[in-house]
Nanobody, 124 residues
Framework: QVQLVEAGGGLVQPGESLSVSCAASGFTFSDFAMSWYRQAPGKGRELVAAISSHGSYTNYADSVKGRFTISRDNAKNTIYLQMHSLKPEDTAVYYC?????????????????WGQGTQVTVSS
């Protein structure tokens, strides 16, 4: 069955770095665009970064541009999110999601598969 399993979340201090990953199984990973979303307490789920099926295209939320990098390894069926200069407002549950096509304007409802999320907390 389809699985997206996030890992690597944790507690860090402001200004520090953290990487999270998402391992996929049960579908042809290299055919799917992948994204990271996040949801802070009391807020809706928002797009953080997206990457096309072979990594040729990426898209970032303005709030994370220059600080976060999305990447993927199709041989390992895994995507990554490297986060630098973390801020308290980056605190959220981070989810990976898969869509069967890439677009900069992909709607959240167009994603086919979702992971269970990993908590990232930025606090001193």
């Amino acid at each position: 069955q389809v699985q997206l399993v996030e890992a690597g979340g944790g507690l860090v201090q402001p200004g520090e770095s953290l990487s999270v990953s998402c391992a996929a199984s049960g579908f042809t990973f290299s055919d799917f665009a992948m994204s990271w979303y996040r949801q802070a307490p009391g807020k809706g789920r928002e797009l953080v970064a997206a990457i096309s099926s072979h990594g040729s295209y990426t898209n970032y939320a303005d709030s994370v541009k220059g600080r976060f990098t999305i990447s993927r390894d199709n041989a390992k069926n895994t995507i990554y999110l490297q986060m630098h200069s973390l801020k308290p407002e980056d605190t959220a549950v981070y989810y990976c999601a898969a869509a069967d096509y890439y677009s900069d304007t992909l709607n959240i409802h167009e994603y086919k598969y979702w992971g269970q999320g990993t908590q990232v907390t930025v606090s001193s």
